[in-house]
């Protein structure tokens, strides 16, 4: 059975940062380009990173310079460092790999 379960959402405050994990398993993802998405309330799901099997990795224009996707196929799991963060990146944030999602995790960015 494959999983997805993310973990380390939390309430921050503007400027501060976070790491975000997703822990992977039921089938061989290090064969998976794998990516972090974000849904804020009354907005469509964006994706924020994306990060291939080789390394190469992509981010949306509003969080580049800002977040950092990496991955650890031997443990099986996928991270997100997110510095600097904003008001703006309030959101629930989902782990993606082909078709499958994780539950998510909150993230809010608050003063």
């Known amino acids: 059975q494959v999983q997805l379960v993310e973990s380390g959402g939390a309430l921050v405050h503007p400027g501060g940062s976070l790491t975000l994990s997703c822990a992977l398993s039921?089938?061989?993802?290090?064969?998976?380009?794998m990516s972090w998405h974000r849904q804020a309330p009354g907005k469509e799901r964006e994706q924020v990173a994306l990060i291939y099997r080789n390394g190469v990795t992509q981010y949306a224009e509003s969080v580049a310079g800002r977040f950092t996707i990496s991955r650890d196929d031997y443990s099986g799991r996928l991270y997100l460092q997110m510095n600097n963060m904003e008001v703006d990146d309030t959101a629930m944030y989902y782990c993606?790999?082909?078709?499958?999602w994780g539950q998510g995790t909150q993230v809010t960015v608050s003063s």
């Open positions: 039921g089938t061989d993802f290090s064969i998976y380009a």
């Open positions: 993606h790999v082909v078709n499958w």
